[in-house]
């Protein structure tokens, strides 16, 4: 186990958000709030709480509003990754990121998922589960139990040692969780069109070396405006038990 926790991270928060209408009519989702907080500042926050230092965010749509409320943020510094002339997907905007992010492991989050943590922080959690002799890519994964928000399937199924195989819908199976930890040697010869994220995970499975950690805590996902109801009873709900113990 490394146990050294990377010191710099990429939060993914260039998408149109477009099931969020109408709210995402006049603001970019990252900026939607939960509970009082907005998503980009709750995956910010996880960040700063786990000691990362710097974080890259991809902007695309209502661009200058992103920009406006991350210059208020100190921690982590942040450095924004201009999308404006062309959305670049998941891959495509890590892939234009990488002089700011650098040659060693590195977190990436998604800017429109959170998790409430019930004991050590799970991105350190990934820290001490990173494998870089054995592993290309390290996924956070939840129960589907754990997941509010989801409506989906689960993703993987994921052996005794961590390692994932896509199998959507299995019994028993994991779902991602919005929460990566990477070697930017998988991108080497990319180019720099659009590509999805998706088709490394494909890559790393198919050389044995995609694995997942089981999260500890709560999964939110916030997709829809009718997500929002039940991500705040969730927020609020973890925030009694914290007041209570």
Do not use: C
């Not at 990754?81 to 040659?103: K, M, T």
């Not at 969780?177 to 069109?193: D, K, Q, S, T, W």
Request: charged letters at 20%.
């Amino acid at each position: 186990m490394s146990g050294t926790v990377p010191k710099k991270a990429m939060v993914l928060a260039a998408g149109l958000g477009k099931r969020m209408r109408p709210i995402t009519d006049t603001m970019p989702k990252p900026l939607v709030k939960i509970a009082g907080r907005t998503l980009i500042d709750r995956a910010l926050d996880m960040l700063e709480g786990a000691g990362i230092e710097t974080a890259v965010v991809n902007v695309h749509y209502r661009a200058d509003q992103m920009e406006a409320h991350l210059a208020g943020r100190t921690a982590p510094k942040i450095v924004i990754s201009d999308e404006r002339a062309q959305l670049l997907d998941s891959a495509g905007g890590v892939i234009r990121a990488l002089p700011h992010l650098g040659d060693a492991p590195f977190f990436i989050l998604n800017a429109d998922t959170f998790w409430l943590e019930s004991g050590t922080s799970n991105l350190e959690r990934m820290a001490l589960a990173w494998e870089p002799e054995t592993m290309d890519i390290l996924l956070m994964v939840a129960d589907t139990e754990q997941a509010t928000g989801h409506s989906g399937s689960t993703d993987y199924r994921m052996d005794a040692q961590g390692r994932l195989t896509r199998d959507r819908g299995v019994e028993g199976g994991v779902i991602y969780a919005g929460a990566i930890v990477l070697h930017p040697r998988i991108f080497a010869g990319a180019g720099n069109e659009p590509q999805s994220l998706n088709s490394y995970f494909d890559a790393a499975e198919a050389t044995g070396r995609l694995f997942g950690m089981r999260m500890d805590g709560a999964w939110i996902t916030v997709g829809t405006p009718d997500a929002i109801a039940p991500a705040e009873a969730v927020v609020m709900k973890h925030a009694g038990k914290s007041d209570a113990g």
